[in-house]
């Protein structure tokens, strides 16, 4: 258990639809990041969020977008969605220069 | 070229067998190394860091090459518990993770 908690588990979206996904870091985290698991990839690095600022962000379109929140939880949004876009979305949360540790991730099939 | 290249596997190897992964990484810049471990249709949990000196953890033991730009991971007496895949990941300054594909393994009774 990391303490890290994501919803929704599970949610099916066709071409097109917005989709909303979110997160709760662990107590005395104020960083938190997203990756993209696609089906027998490695995660791949969306974003990441520092004290509510957007401070990296990796090879990904603008439709990928986000929000910290003042207590550190987090949002990835993701609008216009393609069939690529289905995965596994993974949200880690770390103290400043600390570890990260991974919520059980969101999982996302686009139809 | 990916930045971090790994054997996908499957590893097929029998309990007690000695396995090792290897990894290499195209960014010289890299920073931090690590092995991740992933169970099926599970989030990656951090396994070990890894530090040119080589360092130890129980049955693991993990080495870097920085010239090489070359990772590598040795389980020693494998466990049916150890079955999983195993991510390579380095970093840079800024600290986002970058994961290889990953390798699978697989160990039987």
């Known amino acids: 258990e990391t303490g890290v908690t994501q919803s929704p588990t599970h949610l099916i979206k066709t071409r097109g639809q917005q989709v909303t996904l979110r997160c709760s870091s662990q107590s005395g985290h104020n960083t938190v990041s997203w990756y993209q698991q696609a089906l027998g990839q490695g995660p791949q690095f969306i974003f990441q969020y520092y004290r509510e600022e957007e401070n990296g962000r990796g090879n990904f379109p603008p439709r990928f977008s986000g929000l910290q929140f003042p207590n550190y939880s987090s949002e990835l949004n993701v609008n216009a969605l393609e069939l690529d876009d289905s995965a596994l979305y993974l949200c880690?949360?770390?103290?400043?220069?600390?570890?990260?540790?991974f919520g059980e991730g969101s999982r996302l099939t686009v139809l | 070229r990916k930045e971090v290249e790994q054997d996908p596997g499957p590893f097929n190897v029998p309990e007690g067998a000695t396995v090792a992964f290897n990894c290499t990484y195209s960014?010289?810049?890299?920073?931090?190394f690590f092995w991740y471990r992933q169970d099926c249709r599970k989030e990656p949990k951090l396994l070990m860091s890894?530090?040119?000196s080589g360092n130890e953890d129980g049955r693991f033991t993990a080495q870097l090459n920085r010239a090489s730009q070359y990772i590598s991971l040795l389980i020693r007496d494998s466990k049916l518990s150890d079955s999983a895949t195993y991510l390579c990941?380095?970093?840079?300054?800024?600290?986002?993770?970058?994961f290889g594909s990953g390798t699978r393994l697989q160990v039987q009774p």
């Open positions: 880690a949360s770390s103290p400043e220069g600390g570890e990260l540790f």
């Open positions: 990941v380095v970093t840079t300054g800024r600290r986002a993770l970058t």
């Open positions: 890894v530090y040119s």
């Open positions: 960014n010289s810049a890299s920073q931090s």
